[in-house]
């Protein structure tokens, strides 16, 4: 018998129409979308694994898969068919032939996610799906303050949504390390963005800590507060969850 390959693909995707990432009986999700349109590519039943779980409405400019197949299409004639194939909010950025032993999620160290938004007066039509609207002014300086607290190694309980933490994962409960928490202004200056660094990331863990430096930057919290919102393990003691249109997984990072 011969060995399956295993192919690793680069996407990019917007999730505006889709239920989110992991597939589901009755939603269209971005893996499910996927593997019909392997399966129609290969005459394969596969499973495409994703190197996290993003929800509904989050886009993608570098999620990692992988999957094994027995096709021999070469990998660009996988990336370039499959385009082919996929709605046009879905897209194969690069196919790669990787080691048998490679899995997208667990071997990933760390993931980068941009949240953009804008407190500008009115925001334009064509970017309600991809940037979240404030209406305040926004002490970005406090923001920043705020920030330097979620960096590093803690118990993230306080930002943890509900369910689906990994069993694989169950042994860190809910501690993880960001690396890279910051927010950059954008022009025109009404435009931010926060970039969030970390080694994993717990269910809608970044939108929480965005909605929780959001209330910092209104002034309604204290940056200092933040340590004792941490050190607390508690979902309530945290702002509220930031819309998910606003949130892209920028980049998976791979040793």
């Not at 993608?60 to 021999?72: K, Q, R, V």
């Not at 490679?102 to 160290?109: G, I, K, T």
Request: glycine share 10%.
């Amino acid at each position: 018998m011969s060995r399956k390959r295993n192919i690793k693909l680069l996407l990019a995707f917007d999730g505006t129409a889709y239920a989110g990432w992991q597939k589901q009986k009755s939603e269209k999700t971005i893996q499910g979308v996927i593997e019909d349109r392997l399966h129609v590519m290969t005459g394969e039943r596969t499973c495409l694994h994703g190197a996290g779980r993003t929800d509904a409405g989050v886009h993608a400019l570098g999620m990692a898969a992988n999957f094994a197949t027995d096709t021999e299409i070469s990998c660009h004639g996988l990336a370039r068919g499959l385009n082919s194939l996929l709605p046009a909010d879905i897209r194969v950025l690069e196919a790669a032939e990787v080691e048998a032993g490679f899995h997208a999620r667990r071997n990933a160290r760390a993931k980068t996610y941009w949240y953009n938004l804008t407190n500008g007066p009115v925001q334009l039509p064509t970017e309600r799906f991809y940037c979240a609207h404030v209406f305040a002014e926004l002490d970005l300086t406090a923001i920043k303050s705020g920030l330097a607290y979620v960096a590093g190694t803690y118990d993230f309980s306080s930002f943890e949504g509900s369910g689906s933490r990994d069993p694989e994962l169950a042994g860190r409960g809910a501690v993880r390390t960001i690396i890279e928490a910051g927010l950059e202004t954008l022009e025109p200056g009404s435009y931010h963005r926060f970039v969030i660094t970390g080694d994993g990331f717990l269910r809608h863990m970044v939108r929480n800590i965005v909605g929780t430096m959001l209330e910092v930057g209104r002034g309604r919290l204290a940056p200092a507060e933040v340590a004792g919102i941490l050190a607390a393990r508690d979902r309530s003691a945290a702002g509220p969850t930031a819309p998910a249109h606003g949130l892209f997984l920028k980049e998976v990072h791979y040793e």
